[in-house]
């Protein structure tokens, strides 16, 4: 048996969490906060055997696609921080996905 750790994008979440219910898999969901923006993610937690590890990966990337963000960057305009604050627009790249796949010793459920 596996389990397979998938970070996602809050925005991608339902419809990555919809998809692997209606393929019957069963998902734990939880609220997680990423370390770069500080922005929203979720993890899934999915426990499968081996053979469908792939299967619930190409769900995954299906839905998490990486794209491109405008995010506007505070900047003082005499180097101080008393100066003129101004927001310089910059491009970033946001979604995609994070996933762990890991070995479970022993599935126990009560």
Known sequence: MKLVIAIVQDEDSKEVLQSL????????????TGGFLKSGNTTLMVGVEEEKVQSVVNIIKKICKKRKEILATPTTSNGSESGYMQHYPIQINVGGATIFVIDVDQFIKI
């Open 21 to 32: 219910t209606d393929e019957n898999y069963g998902v734990t969901k939880l609220a997680t």
